[in-house]
Each structure stands twice: as structure tokens, then as C-alpha cells.
């Protein structure tokens, strides 16, 4: 029988992962199909339990549902129940088990330039949701240091804290971390500071940028930011947004299928959806 895979979301007109997961679907022969749903706030659970019903194989959950989804599951993975947010839930025999890809997913994106941290600092622009699952995995795998810089320093303070892998990390405002920005090796921007249609504007000066530095911007639109433009024209390699997205999403694939795709041609797939250009 035909497997159902599904996107939960709202809005979720504009997803680019019903497109891409149905190609690599169809790449690996595999007789299922992927479907976004649209579903509002006070009908997740229904969706949950309909999902259940009708014995779906798998789905992604996305924005505004990543967080209120846990109590609707049966199991959550230690990860995503500490990050507070699940991207990915797999029918286990029955039971839906909740994970989340997005921090693993945006570490291995970074696997080309970079596979381990321990001699590595780093600093996260930005204490959102985003933020905080990049820095749980991160923190996972032992940097030599990963703090955290935000508008609201309380805020970056607080996601320290509530981190239960031990880290080297310290909270600093916007204005401290341009100031000792020659400090880290990797620089990761996760707020929508420069995304569409504000193209011009930045979270934090890159004067003082080291030109050894991997800068990662999570935004895809636009493909380079000015965040990134700044950092590539001060020498750093620079990275979009568009790897986390593919590899959150290559990483779901395996988990439903114990396939690890083709992440090219997933890539390939991003870039034309978003209109043919390449990075
Ligand atoms: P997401 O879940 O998508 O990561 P979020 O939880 O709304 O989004 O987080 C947005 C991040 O962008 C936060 O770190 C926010 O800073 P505050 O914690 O101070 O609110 C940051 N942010 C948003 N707009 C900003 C701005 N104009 N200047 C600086 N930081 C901003």
C-alpha cells in the first residue's frame, strides 16, 4: 500500500518540502507520497490523532506548531525534548516518537569545512528557536567554547542555562560580540535579521571578522545575505541557509526510511524551487 508522509504547518503554502521530499521519494522508487496539511493551533491535536487513524508513516511538523506538538506524542527523543521543539515524528509500531533534524541537520551541512569543534569557538547570533537548537547539538559535541550573543542578553542567558550538556558558553550583547568578533572561528546568524524583503540590514557589525572564520547564515532568502556578503568579501567561507534546510530534511528521510538521500540532488531541487539560482 501507498505510505503517506505529511508537513503540518500554518501557513504552508510556500514549504519547499513537499516538492523535494517527493522527488527523492520517487528517486528511491520508494511508493509514498508527501502532502502539506494546513492545520491552525486549536486543530493540532485532532490532526495528531487523524494522522494516527489513518496510520500515517511519518511527518515534519513547522512553524507555528514545533514546540506545542511534544504533548500530542507518544515518545520524544532526549535532543528534541531538551531543545523544547520537534521537526520530525516517525510511526514507530504505532506509536508517534518525536525528534528534531534541525541542529543535526545544520552540523552536517557544515561536515565539508568543518567535522569536529573541540579546538573551535564559536558564537551564535540570536536566542530564538532556531538558536537553541543549534546550540543544544553543538554544545553536544564539546567546542571549545560556544556563546551566545542577543538583543535581549537574558534571554541568551537563559538558554545557557537551560542546556543540559555542559559547555564553555557565555552570554553577550550584540555590542560585545562585534567587539570580539576576531575571537571565533565559527560565526552561526539564526535570527531573520536580513532576510526578505529587509535585505540591507545586519544583526552585528563583521569589521573586527577573523578572515580564517566559517560564517553561516540560516536564512536562504536571499541566497547571500549581507551578512554573508560582508563576511565573504572579508575572506571567510560563508554558508546560506539553504543546507540546514536540505540536511534537516535528508536526515528525516533516513529516519523513515533508513535511507540516507541523495543530497545534491535535494539541493538542486531547493534552488530551482527557488528559482534557479545557484549558490
Ligand atoms: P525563531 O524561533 O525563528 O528563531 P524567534 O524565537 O522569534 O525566532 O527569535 C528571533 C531572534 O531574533 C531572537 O534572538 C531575537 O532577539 P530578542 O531575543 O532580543 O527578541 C532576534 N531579533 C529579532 N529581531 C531583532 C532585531 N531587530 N534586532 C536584534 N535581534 C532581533
Redesign the pocket.
Known amino acids: 500500500m501507498k505510505k503517506l508522509f505529511a508537513v503540518l504547518g500554518d501557513p504552508i503554502g510556500h514549504s519547499m518540502s513537499p516538492i523535494m521530499l517527493n522527488d527523492i521519494l520517487s528517486f528511491y522508487e520508494i511508493d509514498a507520497h508527501y502532502h502539506p496539511f494546513l492545520v491552525r493551533r486549536d486543530e493540532l491535536e485532532t490532526a495528531v490523532k487523524g494522522l494516527k487513524a489513518i496510520g500515517i508513516s511519518g511527518f515534519n511538523i513547522t512553524i507555528p506548531h514545533k514546540s506545542t506538538i511534544i504533548p500530542f506524542l507518544d515518545e520524544i527523543d532526549e535532543l528534541a525534548l531538551s531543545i523544547g521543539a520537534v521537526n520530525t515524528v516517525v510511526n514507530e509500531n504505532g506509536k508517534f516518537v518525536g525528534y528534531n533534524t534541525d541542529g543535526y541537520g545544520f552540523i552536517k551541512g557544515l561536515n565539508p569545512y568543518m567535522s569536529s569543534f573541540y579546538d573551535k569557538k564559536v558564537l551564535v547570533i540570536?536566542?530564538?528557536?532556531?538558536?537553541r537548537a543549534i546550540y543544544f547539538t553543538m554544545a553536544k559535541m564539546k567546542p571549545l567554547a560556544i556563546d551566545i550573543a542577543?538583543?535581549?542578553v537574558l534571554?541568551a542567558q537563559e538558554l545557557i542555562e537551560s542546556c543540559p550538556y555542559e559547555s564553555n558558553s557565555k552570554a553577550l550583547s550584540?555590542e560585545e560580540a562585534e567587539l570580539y568578533l576576531n575571537e571565533y572561528d565559527v560565526v552561526i546568524q539564526?535570527?531573520?535579521?536580513g532576510m526578505y524583503p529587509k535585505i540591507s540590514e545586519m544583526?552585528i557589525s563583521l569589521k573586527l571578522l577573523k578572515s580564517q572564520s566559517l560564517v553561516c547564515d540560516i536564512i536562504y532568502n536571499p541566497l547571500e545575505t549581507q551578512f554573508l556578503m560582508e563576511a565573504r568579501q572579508k575572506g571567510a567561507t560563508v554558508q546560506n541557509g539553504i543546507e540546514m534546510f536540505v540536511y534537516q530534511g535528508a536526515l528525516a528521510f533516513e529516519k523513515w526510511t533508513g535511507i540516507f538521500p541523495d543530497v545534491k540532488r535535494m539541493r538542486e531541487n531547493v534552488l530551482q524551487q527557488l528559482g534557479g539560482v545557484k549558490c
Do not use: Y
Request: hydrophobic letters at 40%; glycine letters at 18%.
Open positions: 540570536g536566542a530564538g528557536g532556531a538558536a542577543n538583543r535581549t534571554k550584540l539564526t535570527t531573520m535579521i544583526p
